[in-house]
């Protein structure tokens, strides 16, 4: 599905609003524990997090290096999941992410200032060329949405924070995941006449 630009941009700029607030309500102490994620401290999921404004700057700027268009964002996540070692290399990511940072807050609000403005400066349809293929920025910050949105979900989890997202930020993901789930699925489980399968996560 391809989504609506003003949404997905609204999300996207809330998003990064309700991260910030998140990162400056997290206590000193808190950046080695272990949160929501198991095997990552906040200290790496708030890298993670950050990664997730970093890649929309590399990727404008990066020449095409594969030769797959990708129509939308769910295909994007059909794709990046079919690789089996896509949440290895995720890990050791945001773990080598992390240990650049040595001012979480300060890092996290001049890299959201950054890449807002790049995205302010681009058109809806400019060319993001990802490591899986080439997308439309829209549908690319869609995909950002979801990382942003959910992994805000985690680091206010993570550190005693009550779980919050704006409804823009929330519709765009709902909008993502829900075209990943199987919509029979989904409308027992939303209707209340089947639970989910336990540990049901589209995302792996």
């Not at 890298?47 to 964002?73: K, N």
Request: hydrophobic residues 45%; charged residues 20%.
């Amino acid at each position: 599905m391809l989504h609506d630009p003003a949404q997905v941009r609204a999300g996207f700029e809330e998003g990064a609003r309700t991260f910030l607030e998140t990162m400056r309500a997290i206590d000193d102490g808190d950046w080695d524990k272990f949160g929501a994620l198991g095997e990552w401290n906040v200290r790496q999921l708030a890298a993670h997090t950050m990664r997730a404004f970093v890649t929309v700057e590399g990727y404008l700027s990066a020449p095409p290096t594969v030769d797959r268009v990708i129509t939308d964002a769910a295909e994007y996540y059909r794709v990046v999941l079919n690789d089996p070692t896509v949440h290895q290399g995720v890990n050791a990511r945001a773990k080598q992410a992390s240990r650049q940072i040595i001012d979480p807050l300060g890092e996290a609000e001049a890299v959201v200032a950054r890449v807002l403005g790049v995205v302010t400066g681009c058109a809806d349809d400019d060319r993001v060329n990802t490591f899986a293929g080439s997308m439309t920025l829209i549908e690319y910050l869609a995909t950002r949405v979801v990382e942003i949105g959910v992994h805000t979900l985690d680091l206010q989890r993570a550190t005693r924070q009550y779980p919050n997202l704006h409804p823009d930020t929330s519709a765009v993901v709902l909008s993502v995941l829900t075209e990943l789930a199987s919509p029979v699925s989904l409308i027992l489980a939303l209707s209340g006449r089947e639970p989910l399968p336990e540990g049901h996560n589209v995302l792996q």
